[in-house]
């Protein structure tokens, strides 16, 4: 069974930094595609950053030039590096990797805190 391990959230001030990670846990074959996303309290869930299995970067307007997305092909991870934080950046930050052989499925995690005050 897949599970996605978050992990990095907290509680930081505005200008702050956080660095959230994502692990999959058990296998997924032929990983083509892993992101964030977040959901602020009353929204929708919003993507925030993603990564192709060719290391091909997408970003979210609001998030570009401040936060960064790595992946490590080889230990099936995806990171988030987020700097400059501001108060709007607060949300649930969930985890999602989508791959399979012959079939693509989407996999997403529990969901991680961040926190920015002002």
């Known amino acids: 069974q897949v599970q996605l391990v978050e992990s990095g959230g907290g509680l930081v001030q505005a200008g702050g930094s956080l660095r959230l990670s994502c692990a999959v846990s058990?296998?997924?074959?032929?990983?083509?595609?892993m992101g964030w996303y977040r959901q602020a309290p009353g929204k929708q869930r919003d993507f925030v950053a993603g990564?192709?299995?060719?290391?091909?970067?997408m970003y979210a307007n609001s998030v570009k030039g401040r936060f960064t997305i790595s992946r490590d092909n080889a230990k099936n991870t995806v990171d988030l590096q987020m700097n400059s934080l501001k108060p709007e950046d607060t949300g649930v930050y969930y985890c999602?990797?989508?791959?399979?052989?012959?079939?693509?499925?989407?996999?997403w995690g529990q969901g991680t805190q961040v926190t920015v005050s002002s």
């Open positions: 058990g296998t997924i074959f032929s990983i083509k595609f």
């Open positions: 990564i192709t299995s060719a290391q091909s970067t």
């Open positions: 999602n990797v989508q791959g399979g052989s012959s079939l693509i499925r989407t996999y």
